[in-house]
């Protein structure tokens, strides 16, 4: 069965450092993953997504994640952190086999730090 | 791109009465439809799943007769919590997925509070 991990429920930064959010994933065959935003009272926005084309992937706002196979991992960056990226983000699975629901993270809470 | 339109943002009602929240996609065909239930501070947890013009799937413990899901149309479902209770107090947020559309689009989810 699919499944992700979030390491951390709470990620403090300054405004203007790297951002690393963590996420482990587990799949018996190559996954789909995607990391999506939520503000407070709000629904989800897509960061990204991986779906085993290039192994780095861009996303919007300035976010990238790297899928790393051998490490199992699917880490979210951005090399400069905004005020405005303080939210809930969650790691995210599809399914497998005739389901393509999501599964999602445990989330973390980033926040940013003037 | 795509947007899923979901209403309403939030309400308000009294124990016992049945409230009905719509998720409507405006600009794809969603042939599939979730809906998921977030508590404060918690991850989103999958209630069912529902294909256009099926019965819904429901995730274990998740009560059918209590959640019903209507998706007549390939861009509209409900979820109607019947008799509802404060326990069933929540954020609840839809999210459709089209035809070739890999993707998935969510709705900005509604603020239920049973008093």
């Known amino acids: 069965a699919q499944s992700v991990t979030q390491l951390d429920s709470h990620v403090s930064v300054s405004e203007g450092t790297p951002v690393l959010l963590r996420c482990n994933y587990s799949s018996s065959y190559s996954p789909s993953l995607f990391w999506y935003v939520q503000h407070p009272n709000k629904g989800l926005q897509l960061l990204l997504k991986y779906t085993s084309a290039a192994t780095l992937v861009k996303g919007i706002n300035g976010f990238e994640a790297e899928f790393k196979k051998s490490e199992t991992s699917f880490h979210l960056t951005k090399p400069s952190a905004h005020m405005s990226d303080a939210a809930e983000y969650f790691c995210?699975?599809?399914?497998?086999?005739?389901?393509?629901?999501?599964?999602f993270g445990t989330g973390t809470l980033l926040a940013v730090q003037p | 791109g795509a947007v899923v339109s979901q209403h309403p943002s939030w309400v308000i009602c009294k124990s016992g009465t049945s409230v009905k929240i719509e998720c409507r996609s405006l600009?794809?065909?969603?042939?599939?439809m979730f809906w998921y239930r977030q508590f404060p501070k918690q991850s989103l947890m999958l209630m069912a799943t529902s294909n256009e013009g099926s019965k819904a799937t429901y995730e274990q413990g998740v009560e059918k007769d209590k959640f019903l899901i209507n998706h007549a149309s390939l861009t509209l479902s409900t979820l109607t919590v019947t008799s509802a209770h404060p326990e069933d107090s929540s954020f609840y947020i839809c999210?459709?997925?089209?035809?070739?559309?890999?993707?998935?689009?969510f709705g900005s989810g509604t603020r239920l509070t049973v008093v």
């Open positions: 600009d794809f065909q969603a042939t599939t």
């Open positions: 995210v699975v599809r399914g497998g086999g005739a389901t393509n629901k999501l599964i």
């Open positions: 999210s459709a997925s089209g035809t070739g559309e890999r993707g998935y689009t």
